[in-house]
């Protein structure tokens, strides 16, 4: 069974940093992509970045020049460094991991992320 732990969520102040690491278990297959959404409450699932086979990555808007993310491809690893946190960047961070054929997707249980004083 395929599972994503998520980890490095924590408490840090404005202007601090946060680098986020989801570790996947029990995958015959490469993920062909590998993504981070955010769900702050009251509010609907965003997607943050995501990053697919061949070195494409995709960001929201809101966080273009302040979050990278990268992959370790053959452990099925994702990370999320967060530079330059925002109060507005406070939000439960997911893990998401699909494969395209057969259609398959994964989600972790989730990384608290607080940005406050």
């Known amino acids: 069974q395929v599972q994503l732990e998520e980890s490095g969520g924590g408490l840090v102040q404005p202007g601090g940093s946060l680098r986020l690491t989801c570790v996947s278990s029990g995958s015959k297959f490469r993920f062909d992509s590998m993504a981070w959404y955010r769900q702050a409450p009251g509010k609907e699932r965003e997607l943050v970045a995501s990053s697919r086979s061949l070195e494409s990555t995709n960001y929201a808007d809101s966080v273009k020049g302040r979050f990278t993310i990268s992959r370790d491809r053959v452990r099925n690893t994702v990370y999320l460094q967060m530079n330059s946190l925002k109060p507005e960047d406070t939000a439960v961070y997911y893990c998401?991991?699909?494969?395209?054929?057969?259609?398959?997707?994964?989600w972790g249980q989730g990384t608290q992320v607080s940005v406050s004083l």
């Open positions: 998401n991991a699909k494969i395209w054929v057969p259609s398959k997707e994964y």
